[in-house]
């Protein structure tokens, strides 16, 4: 039993040893200082707060799939670059107002670093914004200026939903790749 005990936590600390190296490079950036004391107050700052703000253990999965990855940051510089320039000629268009709407988009996969992506990757695009997310339900509302119809509402959500199969397949899951290639609709760009 001491044996299993031993293993679990040498495994809870091998997992959480890139979000402790994180916190500890966060805080000497902070200060703008990299030295021995920056080192030793930053690991006490990053045990500090893993333990006071105890959050719930994030299993990674380390499945990253290259080609995907780099499709991914391809298509996504594109669409940050295409969103910039349309919402600049909406600010510039003096003559109509831009629609805006809050949109639910139900996500198809239950998985915390997948709705995080997702999230992020649709904020980071301009002319959205994350205004909650709700993950019992799975499902993230967006704050989207542009959108005037019943179906520029569809196709955000559908392009959001897009956003998520290319998580996926550049760094979701085993089990949520299967699931996509499964998927008739998933497999679709």
């Known amino acids: 039993m001491k044996t299993d005990t031993r293993r679990r936590i040498i495994r809870d600390i091998l997992l959480q040893l ?8 966060l805080w000497m950036l902070l200060w703008q200082q ?4 920056a080192v030793v107050t930053g690991i006490l700052v990053a045990v500090f707060v893993t333990r006071v703000f105890r959050l719930p253990t994030v299993e990674l999965v380390g499945r990253v799939n290259v080609w995907h990855s780099l499709v991914f940051i ?3 510089v594109g669409a940050v670059v295409t969103g910039a320039i349309s919402v ?3 600010v510039f268009d003096l003559r109509r107002q831009p629609g ?4 639910a988009i139900p996500l198809r996969y239950a998985d915390d670093i997948l709705t995080t992506h997702v999230a992020v990757t649709a904020s ?11 993950r019992d339900r799975r499902i993230i509302y967006l704050h989207v200026i542009g959108v005037r119809t019943r179906d520029e509402v569809d196709r955000f959500r559908e392009g959001v939903l897009r956003w998520e ?7 979701g899951t085993p089990e949520q790749y299967r699931a996509l290639k499964a998927d008739k609709s998933g497999g679709a760009r």
């Open 18 to 25: 890139p979000f402790m190296i994180w916190l500890v490079l």
């Open 34 to 37: 990299f030295t021995p004391l």
């Open 74 to 76: 391809v298509r996504f």
């Open 88 to 90: 600049t000629i909406q």
């Open 100 to 103: 805006a709407a809050i949109i």
């Open 124 to 134: 980071l695009i301009p002319g959205s914004l994350v205004v909650e997310s709700d």
């Open 165 to 171: 199969r290319r998580i996926v397949r550049a760094v």
